[in-house]
């Protein structure tokens, strides 16, 4: 059988969702969407116009002026993030952006502007897609649906070493708080916090290599295709 499905991806701050999203997709063919890049363009461009976000006006005027779209890059191998025609993938990994994202994806306005055109993009299906409340909200009905998790401690020590490769003055103590903020603020938003949905599979990697994980995840694939 070749159904092509949708598979989502959600789970904590840097628990290793994007990797295995972005292989998933490469090994099935299909079109990978990371939902967090969008949330953090809409940060970059409400920061750099020095945007209001506390006035829904101000919001809903902004992004009227946004335009997002996913380009495919051969070199990375991954869709990357353009903001009104600019490439921003880089950027919106900012410490910067990072600071400031999980309180602008909280406002109704802005979750409607993202989900809507993440609908659009699972129309065909043959999509993999991670975040937050793409199991939960954005496609309810898809047919893989994972949770992934791993230890705080090894969250912040994978998402430090990271950004400390692009900046050496970065400390653990920043990353951490930063990863505890955006988590306590996801989970308990009142707009699609995050959750696992009732139908999703736990994948703890805490112990595992990106490989493994990837093993693990594909064989789900498999298996939710064939039963598709
Ligand atoms: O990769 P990382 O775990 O650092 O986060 P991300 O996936 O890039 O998402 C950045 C932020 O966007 C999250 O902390 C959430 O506040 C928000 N987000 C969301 O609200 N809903 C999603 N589906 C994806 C991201
Ligand atoms: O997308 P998310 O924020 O959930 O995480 P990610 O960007 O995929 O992964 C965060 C970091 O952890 C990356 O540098 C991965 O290479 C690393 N990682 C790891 O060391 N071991 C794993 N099993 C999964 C991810």
Request: aromatic fraction near 8%; glycine fraction near 4%; hydrophobic fraction near 40%.
């Amino acid at each position: 059988k070749n159904k092509k499905i949708i598979i989502t991806i959600d789970g904590w701050s840097s628990c290793g969702k994007s990797t295995v999203a972005k292989e998933l997709a490469n090994a099935l063919g299909y079109v990978y969407v990371d939902s967090g890049a969008m949330y953090r363009a809409i940060t970059l461009y409400f920061l750099r116009n020095h945007i209001d976000w506390t006035h829904k006006k101000a919001v809903k005027e902004a992004l009227e002026n946004i335009s997002l779209e996913f380009i495919y890059n051969p070199q990375s191998e991954k869709s990357e993030m353009y903001l009104n025609s600019e490439n921003v993938e880089y950027v919106i990994r900012d410490l910067v952006i990072a600071e400031k994202v999980s309180e602008i994806a909280a406002i109704k306005e802005v979750r409607e502007f993202a989900v809507a055109q993440q609908q659009k993009m699972g129309e065909k299906r043959g999509i993999v897609m991670d975040g937050r409340d793409i199991g939960t909200i954005v496609f309810p009905d898809a047919e893989l649906k994972i949770f992934m998790t791993a230890d705080n401690a090894v969250r912040v020590e994978r998402r430090f070493q990271e950004l400390y490769e692009k900046n050496p003055n970065i400390t653990l103590e920043e990353v951490k708080n930063n990863l505890e903020l955006r988590d306590y603020i996801d989970s308990n938003r009142e707009i699609s916090p995050l959750r696992k949905a009732d139908n999703a599979i736990i994948l703890d990697n805490t112990q595992l290599t990106p490989k493994e994980q990837f093993q693990k995840a594909l064989k789900m694939a498999h298996e939710a295709i064939e039963h598709a």
